[in-house]
């Protein structure tokens, strides 16, 4: 057994990185050139610690990406940190090839965790056949709107259009040439529908192109790069995308000296000088009902969202990017549009 330990925090959870062989499949993913998954059990605080006398909940992540990877995996990652009550968590993340997330999956429910997040809609499937082999164990399952029928699995998934809609009116309100360019992954989940908004925001604002290019991947940074390249030099002189692929995206953006626009997570590090804003998942806004639900003695079937009303989506402006007064007072109106329903950022 391979041991790795990460500096201790306070707080909810106070981790130590443990580095365990849960028996997955050892191939890792080509399309996203990563290595075996990585679990990782993180203790939280004890009841002693929070002055709470109940036993902390036993919770288990598998995502597709790094826990650390500034867009999907993350910002589940950063909820669970969030939560207002102990937890014990662990994680295995990096499981790109279905299979591997599936086997993971079924040894945390086998395990005795409480609560299964399966952080990744192409999970679906692999979820309709294990969740019903458990009855006593929650799962979550996201990004969908749908549990499937099961009556032990919460769906989450954002309203990503909203700040999809938002971004791309301070896109537009900032480019030059008119052309705003996207990268995205794979045509599917919340990358969609965040596409599908910012571009509505643009062309509202008055964005003569936005280009979107899919790249058919999730994780490939390479791709994600091409693409960002191909936009810059047909014009485009704002650039957004989703998917932890975006790193390269974002590092042509910075090289290149082209604003970009996040969404999941917050992406101001990575071009602390050129990332305008980012729309922020805080899933811990919905995860805190399904545990209360959960205590009430409904263990799923039921699908919550995150948006900007309920404050699950947040627009999370860079300090270090010097935005116009005029177009920061305009994000603010499109935001209280989009929560007064006066703006449709969907359809």
């Not at 799962?139 to 700040?163: C, I, K, R």
């Not at 008055?206 to 014009?235: H, M």
């Not at 920061?328 to 969907?346: F, L, Q, V, Y």
Request: aromatic share 6%; glycine share 12%; proline share 4%.
């Amino acid at each position: 057994m391979t041991r790795s330990k990460t500096k201790t925090r306070t707080g909810w959870l106070k981790v130590v990185a443990v580095l365990m062989a849960v028996g997955l499949l050892a191939a890792a993913c080509g399309d996203s050139g990563s290595s075996s998954p990585e679990t990782t059990e993180a203790p939280t605080t004890t009841a002693a610690d929070s002055g709470n006398a109940d036993t902390p909940l036993k919770v288990a992540l598998v995502a597709p990406s790094a826990k650390d990877d500034l867009a999907f995996t993350q910002s589940m990652v950063d909820a669970l940190n969030a939560l207002n009550e102990p937890i014990e968590l662990s994680i295995t993340d990096g499981t790109f090839v279905v299979e591997e997330a599936a086997a993971a999956i079924r040894e945390y429910a086998k395990a005795g965790n409480d609560i299964v997040i399966a952080h990744g809609t192409q999970f679906g499937g692999s979820l309709a056949e294990i969740a019903p082999d458990f009855p006593d164990t929650t799962f979550l399952w996201g990004t969908s709107t749908d549990t499937q029928g099961l009556p032990n699995v919460f769906a989450y998934a954002p309203n990503a259009a909203e700040g999809g809609y938002v971004n791309g009116v301070v896109a537009a309100a900032i480019s030059k040439s008119g052309t705003i360019g996207v990268v995205g992954p794979i045509e599917a989940g919340d990358a969609v529908t965040y596409i599908n908004g910012f571009k509505k925001g643009a062309l509202a604002e008055g964005a003569t192109d936005v280009p979107i290019t899919y790249t058919g991947s999730f994780g490939d940074v390479a791709l994600a790069a091409e693409a960002a390249k191909a936009l810059i030099s047909n014009g485009a002189d704002v650039l957004t995308g989703s998917a932890q692929m975006v790193v390269g995206a974002v590092g042509v953006a910075k090289d290149a000296g082209v604003p970009w626009f996040g969404t999941q997570a917050n992406q101001t590090s990575l071009a602390p000088n050129l990332v305008v804003a980012s729309q922020v998942y805080h899933w811990e806004v919905i995860i805190e009902k399904m545990l209360a639900d959960r205590a009430a003695g409904t263990i799923g079937g039921k699908a919550y969202e995150i948006n900007l009303a309920n404050g699950g989506l947040v627009i999370e402006f860079n300090d270090g990017y010097d935005l116009p007064a005029d177009v920061r007072a305009k994000a603010d109106e499109t935001i209280k549009g989009i929560i007064d329903g006066s703006i449709d950022p969907n359809g």
